[in-house]
């Protein structure tokens, strides 16, 4: 089945500073690559998402890119504000079909 | 619109108790999931419903059943709770048509002792 692996675990940077989040999946088949942040006692809500068939997608300060040939995908987030202090996962499906997630980075965004 | 409601947000059981995690949704999503998370691991999904009357196991199943009472509730039940089932419960349900975003309910902490 499908393995994602995350990195970083966790992520400290300065508010204004660009934050980079990196992801690698096993399944050649997935065609299918969310972001979502996790709030304090909250659950995970999606931010932004990737198909196969595209290489970037931007959303405002969120960015979203996709190697498909080494198999890693990665989340941008610049101008950092401490809002963005969150949980973020990503994860890897085949459409239609069950994800799986990474493990998870803690993201903290220091005034 | 509420989106999807767990009950209730927090837990403690003693081993060998039972009891059942509620989910419903608003959205007339057709799937619904179950995931634990814990520590340094992520979600894994623990059993999954396609569609009413559909159940199917996920990664992590042993130990929990599923009811899909209707479109709306899925529910998650633990027979005998053992403490490696402490951890933080997310129901979810999906939108299938054009997208496969997952929407989360606000989780279930539950803690066996």
């Known amino acids: 089945g499908e393995n994602v692996e995350q990195h970083p675990s966790t992520l400290s940077v300065q508010e204004g500073d660009s934050a980079v989040i990196k992801c690698t999946y096993s399944d050649s088949a997935s065609n299918y690559f969310p972001w979502y942040k996790q709030e304090l006692g909250k659950g995970p809500q999606l931010i932004i998402d990737?198909?196969?068939?595209?290489g970037e997608k931007k959303d405002q300060r969120i960015a979203v890119t996709l190697n498909k040939t080494a198999k890693h995908f990665s989340l941008h987030i610049t101008e950092t504000q401490p809002e963005d202090s969150a949980v973020y996962f990503c994860a890897a499906s085949i459409w239609n079909n069950d994800m799986r997630f990474g493990a998870g980075t803690r993201l903290t965004v220091k005034p | 619109n509420a989106g999807v409601t767990q009950t209730p947000k927090f837990q403690v059981l003693k081993t060998g108790q039972s009891m059942t995690l509620q989910c419903a949704q608003d959205m007339n999503h057709n799937s619904m999931y179950w995931y634990r998370q814990d520590p340094g691991m992520g979600l894994r999904l623990i059993y999954y419903s396609a569609s009413e009357g559909t159940t199917d196991k996920g990664e992590v199943p042993n130990g929990y059943n599923v009811s899909r009472l209707n479109k709306r509730e899925f529910s998650l039940r633990l027979e005998s709770a053992a403490p490696s089932q402490t951890s933080v419960y997310f129901c979810?349900?999906?939108?299938?048509?054009?997208?496969?975003?997952?929407?989360f309910g606000a989780g279930t902490r539950l803690s066996v002792l």
């Open positions: 990737i198909r196969s068939n595209v």
């Open positions: 979810a349900s999906r939108v299938e048509i054009a997208k496969n975003i997952q929407y």
